[in-house]
């Protein structure tokens, strides 16, 4: 079965300071990866997606990705956090092939961005 | 606005009773979701649909029915609530192919008392 690994739970960091969360999947297929976020009282939006082609995924507000197959990872990266930035992160992993793809989520990472 | 909406946003119920919590997208996507969301377990799947009449049971299902007549409606019904079931409930739908990624529902807050 897939799985997906997240972690570190909870991250603090002033703002300006870069930004790297952590993502491990468990699948040795083809694999479609998603980062979502989820901002204080909302629902989870997404921030980017990786189905094929160049490893390196940019999203939205300055956050990109980076999908390395050997190690089964797809980190989250942004340079430079903003307060805005702090909510939680959520890896998810959807593998398969036809009808159904099921996805997984990890667990979800906090973020809290210190003004 | 086109979208997944949910109602109600927040309900407070006894143990034992029925409760439904709707879900409505307006994009015809075929696949539907319901998860909850607790707090170290993320989001788990209780069941999805990937068309009016089909469902299947995600991870955690018991206590949980669903069922889908028409495309744009996926109602989940807690048959009789259990303090477990308190939760964050979301509701997503998708369109793969051309849609893989999930666009959620702005969520359901289940308080069984």
């Known amino acids: 079965a897939q799985s997906v690994s997240q972690h570190n739970h909870h991250v603090i960091l002033s703002e300006a300071a870069s930004l790297e969360l952590g993502c491990n999947y468990s699948y040795g297929g083809t694999v479609n990866l998603f980062w979502y976020v989820q901002y204080p009282g909302q629902h989870l939006q997404l921030l980017l997606k990786?189905?094929?082609?160049?490893?390196l995924v940019k999203g939205i507000k300055g956050f990109e990705a980076e999908f390395i197959k050997s190690k089964f990872s797809f980190n989250l990266r942004k340079p430079s956090v903003q307060w805005s930035d702090t909510a939680e992160y959520f890896c998810a992993v959807n593998a398969g092939s036809g009808g159904y793809q099921k996805v997984t989520f990890g667990t979800g990472t906090k973020l809290q961005v210190i003004p | 606005d086109a979208g997944i909406t949910q109602s109600p946003r927040y309900k407070i119920t006894e143990t034992g009773r029925q409760v439904t919590l709707m879900c409505h997208q307006t994009?015809?996507?075929?696949?539907m979701f319901w998860y909850r969301q607790d707090l170290g377990h993320g989001l788990r799947l209780i069941y999805y649909s990937a068309a009016a009449d089909i469902t299947d049971k995600g991870e955690v299902p018991d206590g949980y029915v669903v069922s889908r007549s028409k495309t744009e409606n996926f109602p989940l019904t807690l048959e009789s609530a259990t303090r477990s079931q308190t939760s964050v409930y979301f509701c997503?739908?998708?369109?793969?192919?051309?849609?893989?990624?999930?666009?959620f529902g702005p969520g359901t807050r289940l308080t069984v008392l």
């Open positions: 994009w015809s996507h075929s696949y």
């Open positions: 990786y189905f094929s082609g160049d490893p």
């Open positions: 997503a739908s998708s369109d793969p192919p051309i849609r893989l990624e999930q666009f």
